[in-house]
């Protein structure tokens, strides 16, 4: 069952009833200020740190869900209602919501009038813009009342909702003219504040909750809007809010646009002040003028869409299946950039206070964004490797504000290191720009500590080399990729957290997984290390890379599949000798990645296993048989009931790996069913089953042994985009940027014709047509270049700024 539709054409998807299974929502924002915004307008703003500068509240684990947002109310003559259905749920005659990139548009209309709302933050403006226009669509003339709502956060969210003591007594608010400025604790340490304003006369407003709504009233009924009579509240401690009253006046047919900022603004020390306790207004003036009419507001949506043109016009898919292309040309990319922009903070599953930025997480992200935004991908890399320890580890995250590693959860992750050669060599494939490897980055945000790039990432590889168990395979710490695989934790006490907690030494657990990804970008280190150069470095590490390999074959080596560990007491994790999670997914995927039984058929039977084994309707779980009790020397992952998240569910984050492991032993119709099992499109129709955004991945998604399966949950913000969006176009479509080149290697479903790939790289736009007469899923008959026939499957760079044809005949 369908809630809405994809309109590729406006890149928009179209809801069209509030009532979707779960809250639906979009991100708005680029530089600094976001916000997420939910289909009927629930959600919330901050600046660059969703805990500690929270702009607007939310409140999470809400009842009923998604309460609070950016809501407006009309008072038509005692009907009161939402444009977007929530708070007052008043029923519609007529509801859409158009999330599009960067913005959001949402449309109610009631008793002829219709109210559209549209919803987006700028580039490089400080502020979300609302446009409300009202259309009287009756033929008589209609007089009404429109209020605006949104409920400051007292900015340091985690301090918000749990220390009321202070905050019920600390508020603080401006109001002047038709501006409410939110000012708590800018007497104090802070020099910033909100404002919201409005372009047009009010007839009054109210700045504090309680005289707004009524003490015990909800967001759906609030006192001032029933009786159509603002308060002209001003906020002093408890809930301060800002709420315009605006009495609107319609002839028939007439439209009339309203412009609403909810802005940011950051003064200097020393210029905090306009008069005693009165704030300097200087610069959100400013912001207020530069978006004073509806033509500012058309030309900033026009600015977001062509930046939008840009980004998505480096990689393009022209191909029958509408599905495909929508995901690879639209939503695929967009994803890949809001998980650069949020890494694993601000979603409506991740609290924006838990966790900032990851360090694996964010050098994966990366690996789905570099050819859109390859400058800030160079930043976002050396913030990252700023947060390493001298001896190669890192901080398993850190907040985006400070870039300070966060002390609380600490490092000895030990696969964290190597997903910067990940990010790095995948950095250098896409731009040749090998000028990073020479920029200095402090280790431990310590500017006396400071190597250059290259170093970190020796310190990385030698992480591994340097931390090998028992059988000489890498020490798996307190967990590698999988979060929830504890082996050195041994947690009988509830009140502890399995990611921080180590009650072993952590000399015997060992992984097979980062064996397999220190082969994978172990590989990437030598091949930078002789690119620049460093022939004897290259040397040393391809030793450690075949001393791998072999201990893999020895010791990582089940007999149908791939182990996944050995545990503290050097007792292995994911064989068949066990009861329950006899095979995992992760090391499968991995070791196949790095090569490994390509040649003698144990790949391929691998991945029969994962198939027979892992595989269902909704994707390739995480491992089976599930897990049915808990595990000591297992961990969290032992925690979940039976097919949710690392407990069996289909982690939709390392599927791809699969996917890429089939197209590298050929088998291009078995990489695109499993493709098509988790890719968001493609689960449409089934929106009532899977619940979250059809137009996203989410994290994870129940798997076969759940009381309910194929239910996704966390929505949005995984690794899920970027790894998805590097298998489709990268494998399985093959178009892959090397060092030297871009390699053109598909491995399709065996009965496409072929298609047509737009892709820049390097300065150059190679069009790129591939044909497949043969009906085969792998393999280059020919490769020709501007008319030219190639030798092998890569063409070389161009760097001309010329379009070039490429032509491709599978066979
Ligand atoms: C979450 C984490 C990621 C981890 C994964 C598996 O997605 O953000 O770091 O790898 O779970 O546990
Ligand atoms: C929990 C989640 C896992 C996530 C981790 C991050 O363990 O199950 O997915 O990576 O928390 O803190």
Redesign the pocket.
């Known amino acids: 069952m369908r809630f809405g539709r994809f309109d590729d054409e406006h890149r928009e998807y179209v809801i069209d009833t509030p009532m979707v299974p779960y809250p639906w929502i979009n991100y708005l924002g680029y530089d600094g200020f976001f916000s997420l915004i939910s289909n009927t307008a629930g959600g919330y703003s901050f600046y660059k740190d969703a805990r500690l500068r929270r702009i607007t509240r939310y409140r999470y684990n809400n009842i009923p869900v998604d309460d609070g947002g950016k809501y407006f109310y009309i008072n038509d003559n005692n009907d009161v209602w939402s444009p977007g259905w929530k708070p007052v749920k008043a029923e519609l005659d007529k509801y859409e919501c158009r999330h599009g990139l960067g913005y959001t548009k949402i449309t109610g209309e009631k008793n002829n009038l219709e109210a559209e709302v549209l919803y987006l933050v700028p580039l490089k403006f400080n502020g979300e813009v609302q446009r409300v226009r009202l259309t009287n669509k009756s033929d008589y003339v209609k007089k009404f009342k429109l209020f605006s709502f949104v409920e400051f956060c007292l900015w340091n969210a985690y301090d918000d909702m749990t220390n009321f003591q202070r905050n019920f007594s600390t508020g603080e608010v401006e109001i002047k003219g038709s501006v409410i400025y939110h000012k708590t604790e800018y007497r104090e340490r802070r020099d910033h504040f909100a404002f919201y304003s409005v372009n047009s006369d009010i007839a009054g407003y109210d700045t504090q909750m309680e005289d707004f709504l009524g003490l015990y009233n909800g967001f759906s009924s609030p006192d001032a809007v029933i009786e159509g009579k603002p308060r002209n509240s001003e906020a002093h401690g408890w809930q301060p809010i800002g709420s315009h009253c605006i009495e609107v006046e319609l002839g028939a047919g007439e439209v009339k646009d309203y412009i609403f900022i909810l802005g940011y603004v950051e003064n200097d020390k020393n210029d905090k002040w306009e008069s005693p306790g009165i704030i300097n207004k200087t610069k959100a003036q400013k912001m207020i003028s530069k978006m004073s009419s509806s033509e500012d507001v058309d030309r900033e949506l026009d600015a977001i869409s062509d930046y939008w043109d840009g980004l998505l016009s480096v990689y393009g898919i022209e191909h029958p299946e509408d599905k495909l292309s929508r995901m690879v040309n639209i939503w695929n990319p967009y994803q890949c950039i809001t998980t650069y922009n949020m890494s694993?903070s601000a979603s409506y599953f991740e609290s924006g206070i838990g966790r900032g930025f990851?360090f694996?997480?964010s050098n994966q992200d990366l690996l789905g964004c570099i050819h859109q935004i390859p400058e800030k991908s160079k930043q976002r890399i050396l913030d990252i490797a700023a947060t390493q320890m001298e001896d190669g580890s890192a901080y398993h995250q850190y907040q985006p504000l400070t870039k300070r590693g966060n002390d609380e959860v600490g490092g000895n992750f030990n696969d964290d290191p190597l997903w910067l050669i990940a990010s790095v060599s995948a950095y250098i494939k896409e731009t040749g720009d090998y000028s990073i490897l020479e920029r200095l980055v402090p280790f431990d945000n310590d500017e006396n500590k400071e190597k250059n790039l290259f170093e970190h990432l020796k310190r990385s590889f030698y992480h591994v080399v340097d931390n090998l168990g028992p059988h000489r395979l890498p020490l798996i710490g307190r967990a590698d990729?999988?979060?929830?695989l504890n082996l050195n934790c041994f947690s009988e006490d509830p009140d502890e957290s399995f990611q921080t907690t180590e009650n072993k030494e952590g000399k015997v657990a060992e992984s097979v997984l980062i064996a397999g990804m220190f082969v994978c970008y172990g590989r990437e280190f030598e091949e930078i290390c002789r690119r620049t150069g460093k022939e004897k470095e290259a040397k040393e590490a391809n030793r450690h890379v075949n001393s791998m390999i072999g201990i893999i074959n020895e010791h990582g080596w089940d007999g149908e599949w791939f182990l996944r560990a050995y545990d503290d007491k050097g007792d292995k994790v994911g064989s068949s000798e066990n009861e329950e999670g006899q095979i995992f997914i992760e090391s499968q995927g991995f070791c196949i990645m790095a090569g490994i039984g390509v040649d003698d058929g144990r790949a391929k039977q691998t991945l029969d296993s994962v198939k027979e084994k892992l595989s269902c309707e909704y994707g390739i779980v995480l491992q089976n048989p599930a897990y049915s009790k808990y595990y000591l020397n297992l961990g969290e992952i032992s925690t979940y009931p039976e097919g949710y998240k690392?407990n069996a569910g289909v982690?939709c984050?390392n599927n791809p790996w699969i996917m890429i492991a089939e197209t590298i032993i050929g088998r291009g119709d078995e990489a695109f069913d499993y493709y098509r099992r988790i890719a968001p499109a493609y689960l449409e129709e089934i929106s009532e089953i899977h619940k979250t955004e059809p137009y996203v991945y989410s994290?994870m998604v129940s798997g076969k042994d759940a009381y309910k399966k194929g239910e996704a949950k966390n929505s949005w913000l995984?690794?899920t985009a970027a790894w998805n969006y590097v298998a489709i176009t990268q494998y399985i479509l093959g178009i892959r940027p090397d060092y030297d080149g871009l390699i053109i290697d598909p491995c399709i479903p065996s009965d496409w014709d072929g298609f047509k790939i737009v892709r820049k790289f390097r300065n150059s736009v190679y069009n790129i047509e591939v044909k497949n007469p043969e009906k085969v899923s792998k393999g280059i008959k020919s490769l020709k270049l501007d008319g030219k026939e190639l030798e092998g499957n890569k063409v070389p760079i161009s760097d001309d700024g010329e379009i070039h044809r490429v032509e491709v005949v599978l066979g």
């Open positions: 694993r990851g694996r997480d990729w999988n979060d929830c690392e982690f984050h994290q995984t690794g």
